[in-house]
């Protein structure tokens, strides 16, 4: 974090932030549910500047046959860049923080899906960043999420997602690209609103012991703000009229 | 096993239906799919599109950047194409590196712009043999229904149509970059590539995954807005005959005339 | 196509090229079959200044077994570039170049070999380039064909191939280096003589729809020069007295 | 089969004791196993350190060479922070390129000690924008029991400490070596990582082996000299409640501060 | 050898080497048994500036299983090197020199081993080079022998290397880093001290058919020395007060 | 199945011929197979050679180019062989990156050369410690049968004697290549690998494809014009004993001096 500092103003004295949210106001969220028609289920975020497709496949028989598990399912992930998804092109082969990315989402939507259910099976949750910015990851698992449900594999609660930080002294929520690249800190969560539990913590930057509550804090707020956009575009999927 | 036998059941159905002329989706044999194209998809990147070929979907976005030129191309920038079967695009794709039909895919899309000389590279160039423009432009197949050839080439196309170059100044000899400025790309002509199957010696023009699989054999054949050819690759086990050859060309010809008119309609696409 | 220009007289007045040959001639070629002594089936030929060797194995076992096919055999195809082989040293790995060749010599190959006859194995087709020059996917081919019919492998027809292009706006027959690097197009062409099938067609560069039809014609004229070529090196194996 | 019967077994036996509060080692549940840290281990590396976490092992050396900064950070030095489970460690690991573990073990350790600043890399630049000073730490651990974050993490802080810093001075503009003379790397705080883990909701730190298997999630926290977090990350499938990351918080502070005192035993450690 | 010349004297006139040893003296040797707890036998050796590990595991199941040899064990070796091992900080991937050392190092411990009493069974020996010095290979061969014998397998007799070589016109035994940068030739040995049979050797440098044979006598008495120590590693481990 | 049998009677045989000093293809324990060097084969390399040892055949290239020397090497040219066995040399082999044999074969053919000094590369320096000449030999095994290591030796020294090298002018202290200028390589001596199998205590010389199987180990020894050892590798499960290790010195020495002949037949071969 903070590693880059130039003339911008964060946070102004009205408590108004660089791109015009205020403190706990998150970027605008946009899921549609149900856009591909070769993955089983899928869904497309656009979230600050963030778009993401996920798709997921399964359950399904698993390749090679050894990694299979003949108590539960198991659920793979990979969170992907194009090469233009960024300022600079991007190597299209997996870089290290891509497979530590798709590592610590599969984990915050492995409690979630009921994986008991369908033992020796595989659910494959594949996530490609069309466009990045600033909390890509949470962007990625809340599409991610949508399109397990949109794929009708059992759930046990959403998984949802966003990130607070530490910018010009102050605890906000959602930050966006130049308040990551300026800031004091960012911390993604995933949350279960339903089970109140939290799948996914990380931390880059300083804080106190009780910035740390606070961040907490205002990222399950905004993990509740996200649910209500996935649960609208699940709904708008299997029961709106959703001209594509 | 199952799959096996529905595509069996599929093949013989095509293969019916063909004999009478008539295709499983009820196109005429050399009619297009409805395509449609959206630039401007990928707002960071300096072109992009999505392009819909049926229920075939590809995102094609063109970073363009400083770069050094190739050893003995001193004398202009420089161009690559690539193209990626995303796995949420196919139940049957793999993550992982490219696999040679997705290779042999990316280079028939990258030359049949390429030898259209589409794009006008010497001027692309900063200082000679040291600092050229590279425009690199990425396919992503983002849904697989067949005919992956034509999408990409298309979504190419009116990526680099309507894509910004920045603008390098030379400041003491070292290419600067003058933020806020841009230019459009030099471009010439519109590739077309027209790509046709031949299933039990009937030619149709844009299979379809269906029908992507009962293929013979294919034909990828790029006209430029001269009409003239610019690019050909044939591809699949069995041959063709010189008359049905002649016959591709033809029709490549005339199709592709009706789908240039599509992507003139893209920004940047009038010049051509 | 034609990125390079140079002062070379490509076609002189009197319709002769820069090597000295006319506009339908094709360059010197040898082959001569059963050179190596481990493969079952071999060619090596001189076409122009190409120097390529092929090999032939099976119909054998496949490796790994999940990519063997009940209905029938199945035919694999590599085209490999020697270090040595061209002006600039060459990375050993195989190229992206060199993938997409090795596929569409292989689908120009296959429908002549009769793999129906031997389900569930493989006939590997390997193909090494000592020196290249321009045309050597063609001069690879016929070599290939010249292999597998060495190795006895059942054909329904032989394939030759040959390349055809446009040099000073006049089409002319299997072009060399020189005419590659500053001509204005070039396409290869596989065919089988006997069949009448063209199993091969590749373009780069710009033709009108009347000089396509000639470039196809003057390239399957080619090809059955190189048929001729490719019978005698099959007799002299096995008929003629063939001092190695 | 064998393994797994007895692993089921251990897991019921950790468990149980669990319960009553009490660990397979007899530790008491906020208890670090014995810590030793030795450095200079590798005196043909400028900085090393082994360190011994119970059965755990690491081996940890400091490169420090001329590099290029990367673009954009022109004004500051590199750190690069690795990792590695040799396959003599552990019955399980294999040689050959790391797998997600092995990863997400190498970008933790890296994070919990950039992102405490703890070297001060505006201090390890030559030339700005080309020629900077680099610090290539690689843990490699020799022995495997559970929780390597912290092992590596101890690892790495304790070789960084205690390193020695070549003197470049510029001749003509080119960085040149001043042999035999060094000094101390510009470092500012001692960050050090906690892991947890949680088993059955009750909260342990530094898991062994066996219990490193029964976990439900884990989690690393890594504190700085202030006593403020500078690092987070999450692991494993279930989930926390919001009572445990902050209890978890405390008993990283708190448990931090102790191995601090350890750390600061280290050359160099009492600076920060 | 010999590439580089500086002004070191390699031997003064009193038969002194750069060191301070003699022509027939090796650096100093230690070797420690049983110093890991996961692997089934190993060993940590000092010789010179090598500090080098070296951890067994087997005879067990093989992975892939078709590698396994139904009438023996086989035995596998990885030689590797830290990437803070050596003056530059190396590429953790295995170098070519790492392969083929591992190679050598591979069959020169393969006799020694009673593979015949375990077939279907691999045994894994994993090397790591903590600190290179010239000679790691025979350093690498001695701690890894070591190794072997503490993990219980049998053997027909123990493996000892050590290198000799031309320094100033002279054999000498043992060479050092300098003395392997600026002399003449360098030879390492293994030898089996009870069976006389010599399972490694590699010579860099010229030699005349004399000092060949001169060499490969100095190395053997080397190995010799080195047989010694590993006796006594084995004997303190198994039967020594021995205090961590 | 069938091959292993007939593998077992075959080394039956070839046990029971050597009890009796008689080998399998009729020659003498220390005679050489028929060779064969034509020079010149790939005119558009630098230098070339194939070999035929037997049935054992060799296509090498030496391509010449400038290049940056190592660092610390900055006083002498580049020299680096390699070889690869294609896979139509072999059933067994397959494509793909080379296995520990081949590297092993590329290290050893390589080191005979380096080691010998053969080439004396402090000629081949344009600008010290910036541009040198490197010459790049590459072996490719065409037909397998046996003892690639001398094959690949004999087939890289004689590409190397003959090859031509560019010549390269400072022009405004760039490296510039004078078209049409050539010279002779700085070579100094001839050196000669001979490889030896040991089949139950009997030292074979250049043992084909069916003796290779059955060796218990093999040494391979090379030597100079001057009749000295410059490099040495055994290979092999089994050890050796001291004098037979001797005596596998003196057959190299005797049997090189012989093989050395041959490679002075080669153009640029009387030199050394």
């Given at each position: 974090m903070g590693v880059r500092k130039s003339d911008i103003v964060l946070l102004d004295d009205k408590g108004i932030r660089c791109d015009g949210r205020k403190i706990d106001e998150p970027r605008h969220i946009m899921i549609k549910a149900g856009v591909l028609k070769n993955a089983n289920g899928s869904a497309y975020i656009e979230f600050g500047e963030n778009k993401i497709l996920a798709g997921v496949f399964g359950p399904r028989d698993v390749h090679p046959k050894h990694l299979a598990n003949t108590d539960r399912g198991i659920l793979r992930c990979r969170y992907h860049m194009q090469p233009f998804s960024v300022g600079e092109r991007k190597n299209p082969a997996p870089s290290r923080r891509e497979i530590e990315i798709s590592k610590v989402i599969k984990e915050a939507l492995e409690s979630a899906v009921m994986l008991e259910n369908f033992p020796r099976t595989v659910v494959d949750v594949y996530i490609e960043v069309l466009q990045a910015d600033g909390g890509s990851r949470c962007a990625a698992l809340d599409a991610a999420a949508v399109a397990l449900a949109d794929a009708g594999i059992p759930m046990r609660d959403m998984v949802s997602a966003c990130a607070a930080g530490k910018v010009a002294d102050t605890i906000v929520l959602d930050i966006n690209n130049e308040e990551d690249q300026e800031g004091q800190a960012d911390m993604p969560v995933a949350y279960m609103p339903n089970l109140e539990k939290i799948t996914l913590v990380q931390l880059d930057g300083v804080l106190t012991a009780q910035e740390y509550k606070k961040c907490l804090e205002t990222a399950i707020n905004g993990c509740k703000i996200v649910y209500e956009v996935q649960k609208k575009a699940l709904k708008d999927k299997f029961f709106g009229d959703n001209p594509q | 096993m199952n799959t096996s036998i529905i595509d069996a059941l599929k093949k013989k159905k095509i293969l019916a239906l063909l004999k009478n002329g008539q295709r499983i989706d009820?196109?005429?044999?050399?009619?297009?799919?409805?395509?449609?194209?959206?630039?401007?998809?990928?707002?960071?990147?300096?072109?992009?599109?999505?392009?819909?070929?049926?229920?075939?979907?590809?995102?094609?976005?063109?970073?363009?950047?400083?770069?050094?030129?190739?050893?003995?191309?001193?004398?202009?920038?420089?161009?690559?194409?690539?193209?990626?079967?995303?796995?949420?695009?196919?139940?049957?794709?793999?993550?992982?590196?490219?696999?040679?039909?997705?290779?042999?895919?990316?280079?028939?899309?990258?030359?049949?712009?390429?030898?259209?000389?589409?794009?006008?590279?010497?001027?692309?160039?900063?200082?000679k043999d040291k600092s050229v423009i590279g425009l690199f432009v990425d396919n992503s197949v983002t849904d697989y229904d067949?005919?992956?050839?034509?999408?990409?080439?298309?979504?190419?196309?009116?990526?680099?149509?309507?894509?910004?170059?920045?603008?390098?100044?030379?400041?003491?000899?070292?290419?600067?970059?003058?933020p806020g400025e841009v230019s459009d790309p030099p471009t010439?002509?519109?590739?077309?590539?027209?790509?046709?199957?031949?299933?039990?010696?009937?030619?149709?023009?844009?299979?379809?995954?269906?029908?992507?699989?009962c293929m013979d054999s294919r034909i990828t054949i790029t006209t430029n807005s001269d009409g003239n050819i610019c690019a050909v690759q044939k591809g699949g086990e069995d041959g063709f005959t010189f008359d049905q050859l002649v016959k591709c060309s033809e029709i490549s010809i005339s199709t592709g005339a009706k789908i240039r008119e599509i992507l003139k309609q893209v920004p940047g696409g009038n010049k051509c």
């Open positions: - | 009820g196109r005429a044999l050399d009619e297009l799919r409805p395509l449609t194209v959206d630039t401007g998809v990928i707002p960071k990147a300096e072109g992009s599109a999505r392009v819909r070929l049926g229920d075939t979907e590809v995102v094609c976005g063109v970073k363009i950047q400083l770069d050094k030129p190739f050893p003995d191309l001193g004398d202009r920038g420089i161009f690559i194409c690539t193209a990626e079967i995303l796995p949420l695009a196919d139940p049957n794709a793999e993550p992982g590196p490219p696999n040679e039909e997705v290779i042999e895919l990316a280079r028939v899309v990258d030359r049949g712009i390429r030898e259209s000389h589409m794009i006008d590279l010497t001027k692309l160039v900063l200082i067949g005919n992956l050839f034509d999408a990409c080439s298309y979504a190419s196309v009116a990526s680099v149509l309507s894509c910004k170059v920045p603008k390098w100044e030379l400041k003491n000899d070292v290419p600067t970059l003058v010439t002509t519109i590739p077309v590539s027209v790509t046709m199957g031949k299933i039990a010696d009937t030619i149709i023009v844009d299979p379809n995954a269906d029908e992507w699989k």
